[in-house]
């Protein structure tokens, strides 16, 4: 089993090592970038960096970019106007540094995109880099979207969100991915912090949908390819 985006906690990483997952751990400061250097020395994990758009006006892209030059992806990063106040323009300005940086490094891209789907997209078509969807969860441009994406990593609220349901749906399977967020973000979407169970119970829920068997890890083997 796979968790294809995850942010750092002890929590995680204990169940982590007994179900020998493979995943991506996602980190957005140099302070967390050395946090998660130890936790590399006990576990095995990819790595994504990234100004995510919520510090889009607190960090750096100087200062984080030697960090963004090591690893292995970019990200999250993205567009956001409804989970945090920051200046639009300002996340606009760092949003496309990282891109065109992905896109000169050729490494593949973690995407937050809230509320912004429109806004984002033609820097999507700009910067040709592969795509990593994070949680989409907006009821429009899917479409659009599935032509500039790669892979989507289905969030925990799939089979009581509308929207998230839709994207497993309408998304072909060879492009969809597991997910936590994390177990904040487990806590958040599901009301508990069973991080094992989210992650049995989104892949019940896309194969119900799909109505067939799919080989997720098979898909994030394709990804890890990429990288
Ligand atoms: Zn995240």
């Known amino acids: 089993m796979h968790d294809a985006h995850f942010h750092i906690s002890d929590e995680l990483f204990k169940d982590f090592q007994l179900y020998s997952l493979k995943g991506i751990c996602n980190i957005s400061s140099i302070e967390e970038y050395h946090k998660v250097q130890n936790y590399l020395k006990q576990y095995s994990f990819c ?16 200062e984080m ?46 995407l937050h995109i809230k ?18 969807s994070h949680w989409y969860s907006c009821m429009d441009h899917l479409e659009e979207y599935d032509e500039v994406i790669d892979y989507f990593t289905i969030g925990p609220s799939v089979g009581k969100d509308e929207a998230v349901t839709r994207v497993a749906k309408k998304i072909d399977a060879s492009k969809l991915l597991i997910e936590s967020d994390g177990i904040s973000a487990i806590e958040w979407a599901t009301g508990s912090k069973e991080y094992i169970p989210t992650l049995f119970h989104s892949i019940q829920m896309i194969q119900a949908i799909k109505g067939k068997e799919i080989d997720f890890d098979l898909n994030f083997e394709q990804l890890l390819k990429r990288a």
Not at 115 to 132: Q, S, T
Request: glycine share 4%.
């Open 115 to 132: 509320g912004m789907e429109k806004e984002a997209l033609p820097l999507l078509k700009k910067y040709e880099n592969c795509y990593v």
């Open 47 to 62: 790595t994504s960096i990234g100004i995510h758009p919520w510090k889009a006006d607190s960090i750096d892209f100087k």
């Open 65 to 110: 970019e030697p960090y963004l030059r090591k690893a292995q992806f970019i990200g999250e990063i993205g567009l956001d106007n409804t989970w945090c106040d920051v200046d639009t323009k300002i996340q606009m300005d760092v949003f496309e540094k990282q891109l065109k940086l992905a896109n000169q490094l050729k490494k593949p891209v973690i």
